[in-house]
Every structure is written in structure tokens, then in C-alpha cells.
């Protein structure tokens, strides 16, 4: 599986952007589809994720109410929509695979994310 974020770009805070997670190849029903950012020289933190079979989700706490992430099957897809975006949201953003079992509660831990697809970049001015 290759996966693809796309949808970045110069956004002026207070504004909204989507992102797209485009995968290449097939996205298995209990597979858990998640979303982490990166500033440069910091860490890579959590920001969404998502169950591909029933569309459960669960967000980082300073996202939640303003970021929104969805699926389409028929695309192969996951969208982050964000909006109401701050400058502290500026990061490359990451999309990632976790594949798991019915029972697997979502996880925020990076580590349980085996495939990774390259970045996209997103700039909020002030």
C-alpha cells in the first residue's frame, strides 16, 4: 500500500482547508487511517484518525470541534477537513496505516502506524 496526502498549501488563519489520503492500493475493513503533523526540529504529533469500516474516529484535543476526518471507499480516500485554522496548525501533515482487528481501540501512538505516505504542507498566516 502506498499512500499519497495531497491538499496542502498558504492558508490565512480563520480559514479551512481539506486534505486527502489517497491510497494505491486496497484499505482492509478494520484498517485504522490516521492523520499526525510535524513541525521541523519537533516531534511528530497525532492529530485523527480514523476506522475505515465504521468511520469511528477520535482527535487530539487541539484539533477537536475544528478538524473533521472522513472517508470515501469508492475513492479509497480519507480527508482531514480543517478549519478554523491557526498558525500553531503550520506543519507538514502525514497520513498513515495501522492495520488491526475488530476489537483494536484507535490509537494516537505513531508507533502503531506501519505504512507512512509522504507529507503535505501546510502554511496558516496570521
Known amino acids: 500500500v502506498q499512500l499519497q496526502a495531497s491538499g496542502g498549501g498558504l492558508v490565512q488563519a480563520g480559514g479551512s482547508l481539506r486534505l486527502s489520503c489517497a491510497s494505491s492500493?486496497?484499505?482492509?475493513?478494520?484498517?485504522?487511517i490516521g492523520w499526525f503533523r510535524q513541525v521541523p526540529g519537533q516531534e511528530r504529533e497525532f492529530v485523527a484518525v480514523i476506522n475505515w469500516r465504521g468511520g469511528k474516529t477520535y482527535y487530539a484535543d487541539s484539533v477537536k470541534g475544528r478538524f473533521f476526518v472522513s472517508r470515501d471507499a469508492a475513492k479509497n480516500t480519507v480527508y482531514l477537513q480543517m478549519n478554523g485554522l491557526k498558525s500553531e496548525d503550520t506543519a507538514v501533515y502525514y497520513c498513515?496505516?495501522?492495520?488491526?482487528?475488530?476489537?483494536?481501540?484507535?490509537?494516537?501512538?505513531?508507533?502503531?502506524?506501519?505504512?507512512w505516505g509522504q507529507g503535505t504542507l501546510v502554511t496558516v498566516s496570521s
Open positions: 498513515a496505516t495501522r492495520r488491526s482487528d475488530r476489537a483494536t481501540p484507535l490509537s494516537s501512538f505513531e508507533s502503531y502506524y506501519h505504512e
Open positions: 492500493g486496497p484499505i482492509f475493513s478494520n484498517d485504522h
